[in-house]
C-alpha cells in the first residue's frame, strides 16, 4: 500500500514529513495512520488505508476534547487487538472554542469554511461576520453561499448585504436552479477539507446531498457505552466518493469566538483603518471630535450594525480572555489591542 492511497483522505506532505526516517522505511506505518471522524470519551473513530478504527486514548491524551479533534491524523499502535492512540501529527489549523470555560477543539486540518444562509429571514450579515471571523482566525479560506434563491422574491436586497460583507468568496444559488451549484465544484479536489456552518434549516445537508457522491445520514448514532448503557454520539466527518471531506459538527454552530483578535481585525479591517485616522490616539469613538469611525458612519461608509458587531465581537473577546487567563492578563491585552488599532500613536490637528 503506498502513501498516495492516503490522499483521499487528506493526506499531504504536511504530515508526511513529520514522519522519521525509520517510519518511512517500515513497510507497516502505513497501517497505523489514521484521520479522525468521531471522538468519544476515551476513544475516537478514525479512517486508514483498510478502513474505519476505533482506537483507544490513553490518559496522556486526556481529555480527548481538548486534544483530538475530527480532522487530526493520528499514529496508532495495535495492542491486545486494540488501536491504541501514539501520536497526533501537527496540524495545518484547529478550530478552537470554549465550552464551560475551557478551551475545546473542534475540528482540525480545514482547507475551506463554507459559510452557508439562505434568502429568507434567516439571513443574517452579524452571524455572516462572526463566521468570517472564525475562518480567518483560523488561516481557513471561507466562501459564503447564499441558498434558496429560487424562492426569494428580492435577490438584489440579498446580494447588495453581501457585497457590503466584502468576502472574497461569495455565491447564491438554489438546488432547484440546475447549473448554480456548479461553482462549489472549484472547491472540490482531492484531499481537501470542507466544513460547513450555519443555522438549522438553512440547507447544508440538501447542498451536500446534492454536490457529493454522499448522503448525510441522521446525525445522531445511539450506541452502548462501556457500562451498556446508551449514550448519543455524534459522526462528525465523512468522506466523499471524489476524495473530498466533509466536516459536520454540532460545536461549529454553537461557536463562540475564541483568541479571535486576528479574526476580528482581518474581517473588520475597515474599521481598525478608520480608528488609526482618528485625531485622538485614545478615541473611544464615542463623541470626540475628528472621531473617523463616527465620521465614515454619518456618510454612510460604513453602517452603524457593522461597527457595533465589531465592538460586541472584540468585548466578547475580551470576556472570554478574561475567564480563560485571569484579568490581569486581559487588562494588558486590551491595552496592547487599542494601541495596534491607533499604532499610528500621534495625535493630529
Ligand atoms: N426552495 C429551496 N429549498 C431548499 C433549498 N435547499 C434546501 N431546501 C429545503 O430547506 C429545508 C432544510 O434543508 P436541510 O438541508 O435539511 O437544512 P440543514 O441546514 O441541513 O438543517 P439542519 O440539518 O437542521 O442543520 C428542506 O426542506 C430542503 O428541501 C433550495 O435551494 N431551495
Ligand atoms: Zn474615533
Not at 319 to 348: C, D, M, P, W
Amino acid at each position: 500500500m503506498s502513501y498516495s492511497s492516503l490522499h483521499q483522505f487528506g493526506w499531504s506532505n504536511l504530515f508526511m514529513q513529520q514522519l522519521s526516517y525509520d517510519e518511512l522505511c517500515a513497510d507497516d506505518t502505513i497501517d497505523n495512520i489514521f484521520r479522525i471522524t468521531a471522538i468519544h470519551r476515551n476513544r475516537v473513530e478514525a479512517m486508514g488505508v483498510n478502513g474505519e478504527a476505533s482506537i483507544i486514548v490513553p490518559p496522556q491524551f486526556q481529555p480527548v476534547s481538548q486534544n483530538l479533534a475530527v480532522g487530526d491524523w493520528v499514529m496508532a499502535e495495535m495492542a491486545n487487538e486494540h488501536f491504541r492512540l501514539e501520536r497526533i501529527l501537527e496540524p495545518k489549523n484547529r478550530v478552537r472554542r470554549i465550552n464551560n470555560g475551557l478551551p475545546q477543539v473542534i475540528a482540525a486540518n480545514v482547507d475551506y469554511l463554507w459559510i452557508i444562509t439562505s434568502a429568507n429571514e434567516e439571513f443574517n450579515v452579524k452571524r455572516l461576520e462572526r463566521y468570517l471571523a472564525l475562518a480567518h482566525e483560523f488561516d481557513i479560506v471561507p466562501a459564503v453561499i447564499l441558498t434558496k434563491t429560487d424562492v426569494c422574491d428580492d435577490l438584489d436586497h440579498y446580494l447588495d448585504r453581501l457585497r457590503e460583507l466584502g468576502a472574497d468568496n461569495v455565491h447564491a444559488l438554489s438546488v432547484n436552479t440546475p447549473g448554480t451549484v456548479d461553482v462549489l465544484h472549484a472547491y472540490m479536489h482531492e484531499g481537501t477539507t470542507i466544513a460547513l456552518v450555519g443555522s438549522s434549516g438553512v440547507g447544508k445537508s440538501t447542498l451536500v446531498n446534492a454536490m457529493f457522491d454522499l448522503t448525510l445520514p441522521t446525525r445522531e448514532i445511539r450506541e452502548d457505552d462501556a457500562h451498556g448503557k446508551h449514550t448519543t454520539t455524534h459522526r462528525e466527518l465523512y468522506f466523499a466518493g471524489n476524495g473530498v471531506a466533509i466536516i459536520d459538527t454540532p460545536g461549529m454552530r454553537e461557536l463562540q469566538l475564541y483568541d479571535s483578535e486576528q479574526g476580528i481585525e482581518r474581517t473588520f479591517s475597515s474599521i481598525v483603518e478608520l480608528g488609526e485616522r482618528c485625531r485622538y490616539s485614545n478615541c473611544g469613538h464615542d463623541n470626540e471630535p475628528g472621531c473617523a469611525i463616527r465620521q465614515a458612519i454619518a456618510d454612510r461608509v460604513i453602517t452603524q450594525a457593522h461597527f457595533d458587531n465589531y465592538l460586541k465581537l472584540v468585548k466578547e473577546e475580551e470576556s472570554q480572555k478574561r475567564r480563560s487567563l485571569g484579568a490581569h492578563v486581559v487588562k494588558e491585552h486590551t491595552r496592547e489591542y487599542f494601541k495596534k488599532i491607533h499604532s499610528s500613536n500621534k495625535v493630529k490637528y
